[in-house]
């Protein structure tokens, strides 16, 4: 069974310096990876996704990811915090390939940011 | 394109009252997925369809039941409701392409409150 672990459950950042959030997955195969964010009373968004290729993902509003196989990581950044970055945001993994399973998702419990001004 | 939609946004209930959520989308996707949301739990999977009239198990889907009469909604119901059951429900929707995953793509949420 898959697994994601999503360390810190709240992050508190500065405008202007480096937002970076943590995610870990356990899976027996490397698994296709998400992160969604959701601002405050809405649904979720995907902001990047890693499936095969490249291993650094660019998504939006400047925020990028690095799917490294030998550390099970999938960790989340940007270079310079904006105050409309508060949100919170959640890593999800999905199995691969071609077989029933890959249209699920599994999430992590969520990470917090806040952005101080 | 409105993508997906969720009725209704808010609902309160008492215990042992029974509703339905509905979700519906336009944008012809196959797979359809309801998921609650809860403090410090993230998003848990309640069910999931892979096509219209065929449905699944999530990981919580006790107390709950779903159909999937035409392809563009997806129906979650709660027979008789419990204070456990107090969550936000997302719905989303996703389709494949030769077996790969894309994107899921999520409503805006129903948030439901059982006294």
């Known amino acids: 069974a898959q697994s994601v672990t999503q360390l810190g459950s709240h992050v508190s950042v500065s405008e202007g310096a480096l937002v970076l959030l943590r995610c870990n997955y356990s899976?027996?195969?490397?698994?296709?990876l998400f992160w969604y964010v959701q601002y405050p009373n809405q649904g979720l968004q995907l902001l990047l996704k890693?499936?095969?290729?490249?291993?650094l993902v660019k998504g939006i509003n400047g925020f990028e990811a690095e799917f490294k196989k030998s550390e099970t990581s999938f960790h989340l950044t940007k270079p310079s915090a904006h105050m409309s970055d508060a949100a919170e945001y959640f890593c999800?993994?999905?199995?691969?390939?071609?077989?029933?399973?890959?249209?699920?998702?599994?999430f992590g419990t969520g990470t917090r940011l806040t952005i101080i001004p | 394109n409105a993508g997906v939609t969720q009725t209704p946004k808010f609902r309160v209930l008492k215990t042992g009252q029974s509703m339905t959520l509905l979700c519906a989308q336009d944008m012809n996707h196959e797979y359809m997925y309801w998921y609650r949301q809860d403090p410090g739990m993230g998003l848990r999977l309640i069910h999931y369809?892979?096509?219209?009239?065929?449905?699944a198990k999530g990981e919580v889907p006790d107390g709950y039941n779903v159909s999937r009469l035409k392809k563009q909604n997806f129906l979650l119901g709660l027979e008789s409701a419990a204070p456990s059951q107090t969550s936000v429900y997302f719905c989303a929707s996703s389709y494949t392409t030769e077996g790969f995953f894309y994107e899921q793509f999520f409503g805006p949420g129903t948030r439901l409150t059982v006294l």
């Open positions: 369809s892979v096509g219209e009239g065929t449905t």
């Open positions: 999800a993994v999905s199995d691969p390939g071609f077989n029933f399973g890959n249209e699920k998702l599994t």
């Open positions: 899976s027996s195969v490397p698994p296709y």
């Open positions: 890693y499936t095969t290729g490249a291993t």
